[in-house]
């Protein structure tokens, strides 16, 4: 359901930056591909989150309240094309945890 909700909201920034001729990147958040979780804090932080929405992360970088996701979605000139998602452009793609059990993070 979370997953469903966040592909909502990517289409409608997409939407939105649209009308300035802009487009968007893939979707990042911390913990998949190579942007590791310990960002979470330092994401959070610089967003006020806390203090706006009441979002805080654990010693563990685990959102509370739990459920809750962070991501990056960059803004990028229309005429940059935008190449589809894949295992083999990340850069823990030798030693994906992921792969080696046979799942994927959604990268």
Do not use: M
């Amino acid at each position: 359901a979370i997953e469903e909700y966040c592909d909502f909201i990517e289409n409608e920034i997409k939407k939105e930056v649209e009308k300035d001729k802009l487009n968007i990147n893939w979707r990042y958040s911390p913990g998949y591909g190579d942007l590791d979780i310990s960002v979470q804090k330092d994401l959070l932080k610089s967003l006020d989150a806390e203090r706006i929405i009441g979002l805080t992360a654990s010693y563990h970088n685990i959102l509370i309240p739990r459920k809750s996701v962070t991501a990056i979605i960059g803004i990028i000139p229309k005429e940059i094309v935008v190449n589809k998602k894949s295992c083999s452009k990340c850069n823990k793609f030798s030693s994906c945890k992921f792969r080696k059990i046979g799942e994927i993070c959604e990268y």
